[in-house]
């Protein structure tokens, strides 16, 4: 089957690369996400990420401990390029050639965000990963994700999530929850499903980007999204 989405923006949060444990990045499951990725290249999908950081830092919750937000956000920032960088040591160790772009200058680490290069590399079927969020602070990795999905021109950002889509309450606590199928951007706004930050959703909602929220866990799911089929939860307009 043919994949419906050409270009896809995916956002990995960092509490997906450190698996079960309480901190830090798990290798096992990061290979595991790697070769998820691998199998959409094969369909001629072309992939860029924007990943968190909060396996490593969290700067609002630092914030709210008495620490400087702006600080803490630009100490998040680099915790996203760790992650980046991992990820990209995984990518090569796996046969994937990816490239990492910082919105913040680190020029012996990783390369600059420049879009033309990245556009560039998307068409070279290569994976481009960008790290620091969007280099602002007070400004979320869910927004960067955003953010580059329209820069990129993706056709759809997907939020790689550890649940299997948007519930009507938190599927871990509540067995009767049920899963939306579909949504459209107001209705997961109005009743505040926490899909992604205000700032993300209305970002996307206005630029008409499709999102979808799915389980990087659940074996084979990020394909079954790029085929169209009914995984995840679809917010749309």
Do not use: W
């Amino acid at each position: 089957m043919p994949a419906v989405y050409k270009r896809i923006l995916l956002k990995l949060s960092g509490e997906a690369l450190m698996g079960d444990a309480q901190y830090g990045i798990d290798r096992t499951v990061i290979e595991r996400i790697v070769i998820e990725i691998a199998g959409v290249l094969q369909l001629g999908v072309e992939v860029a990420i924007v990943v968190g950081g909060g396996n490593i830092f969290r700067g609002i919750k630092s914030a709210g401990d008495g620490m400087d937000r702006v600080t803490a956000d630009y100490m998040g920032m680099l915790a996203t390029t760790m992650n980046a960088l991992a990820l990209h040591d995984a990518m090569r160790r796996n046969d994937v050639v990816s490239r990492v772009q910082s919105a913040l200058r680190i020029d012996q680490v990783v390369e600059p965000y420049i879009r033309g290069k990245a556009l560039r590399y998307l068409e070279e079927h290569k994976v481009v990963i960008f790290a620091a969020g969007t280099g602002n602070p007070f400004f979320t990795t869910d927004t960067a994700a955003a953010l580059r999905g329209m820069e990129m021109n993706a056709n759809i950002v997907l939020k790689a999530t550890k649940v299997d889509g948007i519930y009507t309450s938190d599927p871990l606590e509540n067995k009767e929850a049920e899963r939306f199928s579909k949504l459209t951007f107001d209705e997961a706004i109005n009743r505040n499903l926490q899909v992604m930050d205000a700032t993300a959703l209305t970002l996307c909602r206005d630029q008409k980007l499709p999102i979808n929220v799915f389980s990087i866990f659940k074996t084979g799911a990020l394909k079954r999204v790029v085929l169209g089929e009914d995984e995840g939860t679809l917010v749309n307009v």
